[in-house]
């Protein structure tokens, strides 16, 4: 298998990433609250101004994307709090790397921005995507909420895990 590359996307780039997110929304709908067809019939306006919202990353092998993860300000926080989401990996290049790849360059360059720690919520009965995130440093938090779509994979709520970006003080979000 060949090399992945991560890069970001600018708000010229809104082409690109709406074809991952599209291919995301009908591989994996149940890991969304949006829908393929709600999405499909958005403008360029729509995906320009989405793209300004939060930083977005596509993970590419050979030219061709295999994944996208979302970086932004966590909601709740004081803004110093940055928030991983979106997360999505194409099902062939699964357990290859990419998502590793895309968590580790949301998470630099989150710091980059200034944020003292990274926020990914996770499906509490999602053991997979627990113990990948607890693999990549993430810690659990006592902070809790309902999932936006309920499914028997990630179960009725998601816990916020913490990952501290830089010199570690201890799980400090304040939702």
């Known amino acids: 298998m060949s090399d ?3 890069r970001p996307l600018g708000e010229d780039d809104w082409e690109d990433y709406r074809s991952v997110r599209l291919a995301a929304l009908r591989e994996s709908p149940e ?6 067809e709600e999405e ?3 403008d360029e306006d729509f995906w320009r101004e989405r793209m300004q919202r939060s930083a977005r990353l596509v993970a590419e092998r050979d030219g061709v994307a295999v994944g996208v993860v979302s970086v932004g ?14 997360l999505w ?11 590793t790849h895309l968590v580790k360059d ?9 944020h003292s720690h990274l926020v990914y919520w996770v499906g509490t009965e999602n053991g997979r995507a627990v113990a ?9 938090t006592d902070y809790r909420r309902p999932m936006g779509v309920v499914s028997e994979e990630d179960g009725e709520e998601e816990i916020a895990m913490l990952l501290p970006l830089g010199v570690d003080t201890g799980p400090q ?3």
């Open 40 to 42: 499909e019939s958005y």
């Open 132 to 140: 990948f995130a607890s693999g990549m440093g993430f810690r659990p």
């Open 89 to 99: 990996v194409r099902p062939e290049a699964r357990g290859s790397g990419v998502a």
């Open 31 to 36: 890991a969304f609250v949006a829908t393929v």
């Open 4 to 6: 992945i590359t991560v």
């Open 106 to 114: 949301g998470a630099s360059l989150a710091a980059e921005r200034g």
């Open 73 to 86: 300000t966590a909601k709740a926080s004081d803004g110093s709090a940055g928030e991983l989401f979106g």
């Open 173 to 175: 979000l304040r939702l």
